[in-house]
């Protein structure tokens, strides 16, 4: 699983509650980012980053901030969580910028909203 | 805007026969096309990178193509196995955005 460690694996949670999901990595990439995947859409990109403090926001972004103050942990935070987010959430990385490296995901994190 | 298409959705086939997966995206100016493979519960695992340059990339018994001129890609497996079944999504990295997938395709590889 090159060295990609997601926690939790699953996670029940109540509407309107906060929720931060954890990616550890251990292979130093530079680069990781946070997919959603659901039945009917694919994985969809919520949010990267390209650096210590340095993230930038991908196609369903909205309701989700990121942190990342080390290089190995990527935290995805849902603010309010709603039941539409309820999903299996995925952290990739990557060593150089995708160009010309391919992405390497965790296991997923399985968050039910109820 | 970038979008990846997948088709069939799914397919079985027998053990030992060849097949070929089906991937095609709307924006030909493409830095690379990734090829992954999944496993019900698990993460994707990358099978093979095809450079916007390159027409095709080996591995065993998997070859993947690039046609970037008419948006297409094809995946081939050859002889397969039931260990073969599995969702297989095709992704595109073009533009400033990092990698757009497709639906993906569900294999299954009966003994």
């Known amino acids: 699983d090159a060295g990609i460690t997601q926690s939790p694996r699953h996670k029940v949670t109540e509407t309107g509650t906060p929720v931060t999901l954890r990616c550890h990595q251990t292979?130093?990439?530079?680069?990781m980012y946070w997919y959603r995947q659901d039945p009917g859409h694919g994985l969809r990109l919520i949010h990267y980053?390209?650096?210590?403090?340095?993230?930038d926001k991908g196609e369903v972004s909205d309701g989700y901030s990121v942190s990342r103050s080390k290089t190995e942990d990527f935290l995805l935070t849902l603010e309010s969580a709603t039941s539409s987010q309820t999903s299996v959430y995925f952290c990739?990385?990557?060593?150089?910028?995708?160009?010309?490296?391919?992405?390497?995901f965790g296991n997923g994190t399985r968050l039910t909203v109820t | 805007k970038q979008e990846v298409t997948q088709i069939p959705a799914a397919l079985s086939v027998p053990e030992g026969e060849n097949l070929v997966l089906n991937c095609s995206f709307t924006?030909?100016?493409?830095?690379?096309l990734q090829w992954f493979r999944q496993d019900p519960g698990k993460g994707l695992t990358s099978l093979l990178l095809?450079?916007?340059?390159?027409r095709e990339q080996t591995s065993g018994r998997l070859n993947a193509s690039l046609d970037k001129s008419s948006g297409r890609s094809t995946l081939y497996i050859a002889a397969s196995q039931p260990g073969d079944s599995a969702t297989y999504l095709c992704?595109?990295?073009?533009?400033?955005?990092?990698?757009?997938f497709g639906k993906g395709t569900r294999l299954s590889v009966i003994a």
């Open positions: 990739a990385i990557s060593p150089r910028e995708g160009r010309d490296s391919p992405l390497h």
């Open positions: 292979e130093n990439h530079r680069y």
């Open positions: 980053s390209y650096g210590v403090k340095d993230t």
């Open positions: 924006d030909s100016a493409i830095y690379n």
């Open positions: 095809i450079q916007s340059s390159q």
């Open positions: 992704a595109v990295h073009s533009g400033n955005t990092p990698l757009v």
